[in-house]
């Protein structure tokens, strides 16, 4: 009679056990695809967030090709003749307002992060290259300057120890003061090229603009701000 209930007994909690197993089992599923929920979930929310911090960036290259494309294929045709007067009050006028965007973006805040400011780099060197290509029909001295301009910022971007580049030569430190030479290049080629006076010079008065902007207003020491925000926090 002993053994008859011990086996009853026994056989009773074997599907009580398989029951547990089975919950467990459960569980773990359960538990993996909420994991897997959170983590696509934390993806988005990375892409989402890459793409507003970015957004600075690919606004300020969009309104430079805009310009450009203005500039290059839009102004030439209705353009009319040059006048000394007209080309007098047209650098004055490109002369003032990069003085204003250099000396308002120092103002602003530093919001473009180091892996920003390489791409942008990297659209300038396209810009170069592509007006170089488009220049060399009409103009081979702008078209010599605008190669050469891109070949020095390709250097300087392959140099720095920044997200692009291949040689980690040269800090953000040094980079971000060799933009801003290299932007004063670039406004400076026209007259060093004897062009001064033709309408490719806007193109590189307005990648001067655009270069020294993109270096104000982007953070080369990160730690920094990190550092005031943990300040700020505590």
């Not at 007994?9 to 547990?20: D, H, K, M, N, V």
């Amino acid at each position: 009679m002993a053994s008859a209930g011990s086996k009853g007994a026994g056989a009773s909690t074997q599907p009580a056990y398989t029951l547990e197993l089975r919950a467990a089992d459960q569980r773990r599923q359960i538990h993996s695809s909420v994991m897997e929920f959170r983590s696509q979930l934390r993806e988005k929310l990375d892409v989402k967030r890459n793409v507003r911090a970015h957004l600075p960036v690919l606004s300020g290259a969009a309104a430079v090709f805009g310009l450009l494309a203005v500039h290059l294929l839009v102004i030439p045709r209705l353009r009319p003749p040059n006048f000394a007067d007209q080309r007098l009050i047209e650098e004055n006028t490109m002369a003032v307002v990069n003085s204003l965007a250099g000396a308002l973006s120092r103002r602003m805040s530093k919001s473009i992060s180091p892996k920003g400011h390489a791409i942008a780099d990297y659209i300038a060197v396209a810009a170069f290259f592509i007006s170089g290509a488009l220049f060399w029909r009409r103009h081979k001295r702008a078209a010599m300057s605008a190669f050469i301009c891109g070949g020095a910022e390709l250097a300087l971007n392959l140099l720095t120890d920044y997200p692009g580049g291949v040689r980690p030569a040269i800090t953000l430190a040094t980079h971000s003061k060799l933009d801003l030479g290299l932007a004063a290049v670039t406004a400076g080629m026209p007259e060093f090229m004897d062009f001064e006076d033709d309408p490719e010079k806007s193109f590189f008065l307005i990648q001067s603009g655009a270069m020294t902007v993109l270096a104000n207003l982007t953070e080369f020491h990160p730690e920094r701000t990190l550092g005031k925000r943990l300040r700020k926090a505590a």
